[in-house]
């Protein structure tokens, strides 16, 4: 999804190599030919579909940024998703840190945009809603830091979004403007293996020890670098990704990658909302997607007063919980399903309660975080088995709701209570409605009491009434 759509003038020129051509200006400091022939590289014929160059403002600032970068190339758009796959495996035999890319599909290949660099030694994936992928780069080349280029032009090309282990990626792309905005943890049933056809090795925990301890979490970054047409002008002044961003963003389930990744989708979107505002532009009419309100109002009458109360949608509830129940679980916080409680970390059993729910408590960045036990059961459960009926998730929250007793004696005092300031209203009544007359202070009562008076003798008979 292209993020800065505008209307761009196009000439042709002829070529006796090429045929008819057309040439047209592209983001700045980036032009872009579309062709259509045949490149010979190494021993691949690779269809290229457009040719990308860049200027030297773009190749100084990228030397500037890293200092090993070897200059930028001629930079192709291929067609052929069998020979870009050929020589990402090719680069990923060479690299010891190969089992953390993921190999798509032939399928999967065919519906997204396609790059890799002249010498055929680095490429990059950029699917039609803007998500980066596939990054690869051949260490056998010796070019360090090739890929930068391939960002700077994904970047102006509209890139959204990316995820990636927490590994060295995270960092070095941060430095392009992608920011984290959710993560899940490693999930050991879908590490990447070479017979389930999605890495070209094995993944070793052994060889990523050093990121927690071999299960590396994987990480959502959203495009939040402004201008996309200059970003080679910002490469390196972004806040690097570290570990105190990633205890900041929004964790979820090890088996929610789709919601996490709607999320972060979601993200990009405010932040380009919020940009647009700042730049008084309007929001483009294909960018505009039909959701859930972020917000409603809530219109309360009571006591004739009208109140406004701002609320969460219920997307961002779950999420919100969601997020609050794995934090639990990493805690140590766990539901036993034969007494029905819930272990606390010291391994006994919680009973903080707030109106009979039982409650969990634990800090979490310095501050102190609340979730309801039926929440925390719900969510456990519902790990467990997805398919769990209502009726068994209801029967599991007994515990930590409040009780049937509970309640009617709850409701019996608030009766009594209510009861109590009619009769003490009724004596107040009896003693002023004459006198007019601040017994406290033994003086006569001012016109702002007066009007107060007045008014909380009319609310006294019109509760009567309803209770009556």
């Known amino acids: 999804m292209a993020t800065n759509s505008k209307i761009e003038w196009t000439h042709h020129t002829m070529g006796l190599g ?16 579309n062709v259509n022939y045949i490149k010979k590289i190494e021993n691949f014929s690779i269809n290229v579909i457009a ?95 090739n890929l930068s280029q391939l960002l700077v032009l994904g970047v102006k090309e509209g890139a959204i979004m990316f995820d990636a282990f927490d590994t060295i990626l995270p960092s070095y792309y941060s430095m392009f403007g992608f920011k984290a905005v959710a993560r899940i943890p490693f999930n050991d049933d879908y590490k990447p293996l ?26 959502f970054f959203v495009y939040d670098g402004n201008d996309r047409n200059i970003i080679e002008d910002r490469i390196g002044v972004f806040k ?54 972020k917000n409603y109002t809530l219109i309360n009458n009571n006591n004739m007063k009208t109140t406004l109360k701002t609320a969460l949608s219920k997307e961002e509830r779950i999420a919100n919980n ?69 009726e068994e998730i209801e029967l599991a929250k007994v515990y930590v709701k409040p009780s049937a007793s509970y309640l009617a004696q709850r409701k019996a005092l608030k009766e009594a209570q209510k009861q109590k300031a009619l009769v003490e209203s009724d004596i107040q009544d009896v003693i002023t409605d004459n006198t007019k007359f601040n017994l406290a202070e033994k003086r006569p009562l001012n016109k702002r009491e007066l009007r107060k008076l007045s008014k909380r003798q009319k609310n006294n008979r019109r509760q009567k009434r309803f209770v009556a």
């Open 240 to 293: 690097l990704f570290n570990i105190n961003q990633k205890n900041h963003i929004q964790l979820f389930g090890k088996d929610e990658y789709d919601l996490a990744k709607t999320v972060a989708l979601k993200t990009y979107l405010n932040i380009l909302k919020t940009e647009l505002a700042l730049n008084k532009l309007p929001i483009l009419e294909d960018l505009e997607i039909r959701q859930f309100p």
């Open 194 to 219: 070479i017979k389930n056809g999605k890495s070209e090795k094995d993944w070793c925990f052994k060889q990523y020890k050093k990121f927690n301890n071999g299960r590396p979490d994987v990480i």
């Open 18 to 33: 090429w045929g008819c051509r057309t040439v047209r200006e592209g983001y700045k400091g980036v032009n872009k030919r």
């Open 51 to 145: 040719e990308y160059t860049f200027d030297e403002k773009i190749n100084r600032c990228l030397i500037n940024s890293f200092s090993d970068f070897k200059g930028v190339q001629k930079v192709y758009e291929v067609a052929d998703s069998h020979l870009f796959l050929e020589l990402m495996l090719q680069s990923l035999k060479q690299s010891p840190w190969s089992a953390c890319v993921t190999l798509n599909t032939i399928e999967e290949l065919n519906s997204v945009r396609k790059f890799i660099t002249e010498d055929g030694s680095t490429g990059l994936t950029l699917s039609y809603d803007g998500a980066m992928g596939n990054g690869f780069s051949n260490p056998n080349n010796k070019r360090p830091f």
């Open 322 to 390: 969601n997020t609050k129940c794995a934090l639990a679980l990493e805690k140590g916080y766990k539901y036993d399903q034969e007494t029905g409680k819930i272990i606390g970390q010291r391994n006994k059993a919680i009973n903080a309660q707030n109106n009979g729910y039982t409650i969990i408590s634990f800090v979490v960045g310095g501050k102190r975080t609340y979730l309801y036990g039926t929440t925390f059961i719900e969510y456990v459960l519902k790990r467990e088995n997805e398919s769990i009926s209502h």
